[in-house]
């Protein structure tokens, strides 16, 4: 079993860049596919990327997901950020592949809001 904690998020400007990490406890994050979904207000959660390489649209060119082992964290390092990007970000946890499906995912984090201001 695996505990993820995100942090990072804030208020940031159209245009700014904000990194988000999600620390783990319990297991090692290489046990895992690791990646980050996000929720915005009045809509279902989203898929945005994983350590595998997959990206949402949205995202692609902009957002860079990445690990550190040794401190057991993933980061979502996001640039160029929107309006749109505006959302509660969770990190996710699974052993089930493709992670975007968003299906059986068992360890989610309780999510950071980011806020992007136009």
């Known amino acids: 079993q695996v505990q993820l904690v995100e942090s990072g998020g804030g208020l940031v400007q159209a245009g700014g860049s904000l990194r988000l990490s999600c620390a783990a406890s319990?297991?090692?994050?290489?046990?895992?596919?690791m990646g980050w979904f996000r929720q915005a207000p009045g809509k279902e959660r989203e898929f945005v990327a994983d350590?595998?390489?997959d990206y949402a649209d949205s995202v692609k060119g902009r957002f860079i997901i990445s690990r550190d082992n040794a401190q057991n964290t993933v980061y979502l390092q996001m640039n160029s950020l929107k309006p749109e990007d505006t959302a509660v970000y969770y990190c996710?946890?699974?052993?089930?592949?493709?992670?975007?499906?968003?299906?059986?995912?068992?360890?989610w984090g309780k999510g950071t809001l980011v806020t992007v201001s136009s």
């Open positions: 996710a946890a699974s052993n089930a592949y493709p992670l975007r499906s968003n299906r059986g995912i068992p360890y």
């Open positions: 319990g297991r090692a994050l290489s046990a895992y596919i």
């Open positions: 350590l595998l390489g």
